[in-house]
């Protein structure tokens, strides 16, 4: 999104009351595009290190047993798609 369309979009929520709601979901917009943008994030790894096939959803159950894990880089992963998903 360009900065016109941010700055137009920010002041038709001032006017219709829903300011908080927009900059919200404009703040995350942003925080999940930065966090998987780094050299770090590599797409489908998580599936990878849980032996989860490409394509279908990981359990929640394995997720968060993989966030327990002793691996940091699983960890960190794990951790993020819970996160992201909002579990």
Same mark, same amino acid.
Request: charged fraction near 30%; proline fraction near 5%.
């Given at each position: 999104?360009?900065?016109?369309? +941010?700055? *137009?979009? /920010? +002041? ?5 009351? !829903?300011? *908080?709601?927009? /900059?919200? *979901? ?7 595009? %930065? ?7 590599? *797409?489908?790894? /998580?599936?990878?290190? /849980?032996?989860? =096939?490409?394509?279908?959803? +990981?359990?929640? =159950? %394995?997720?968060? =047993?993989?966030? %327990? ?15 992201? !998903?909002?579990?």
């Amino acid at each position: 999104m360009h900065q016109p369309d +941010i700055a *137009e979009r /920010l +002041i038709d929520a001032a006017r219709d009351g !829903t300011f *908080e709601d927009v /900059l919200a *979901e404009l703040c995350e917009d942003q925080w999940i595009s %930065k966090a998987t943008d780094k050299p770090s994030f590599r *797409e489908g790894q /998580l599936h990878r290190d /849980l032996h989860v =096939a490409q394509g279908q959803k +990981i359990p929640v =159950a %394995k997720m968060r =047993a993989a966030a %327990k894990r002793g691996d940091p880089e699983v960890r960190r992963r794990a951790q993020f798609a819970l996160n992201a !998903t909002g579990h």
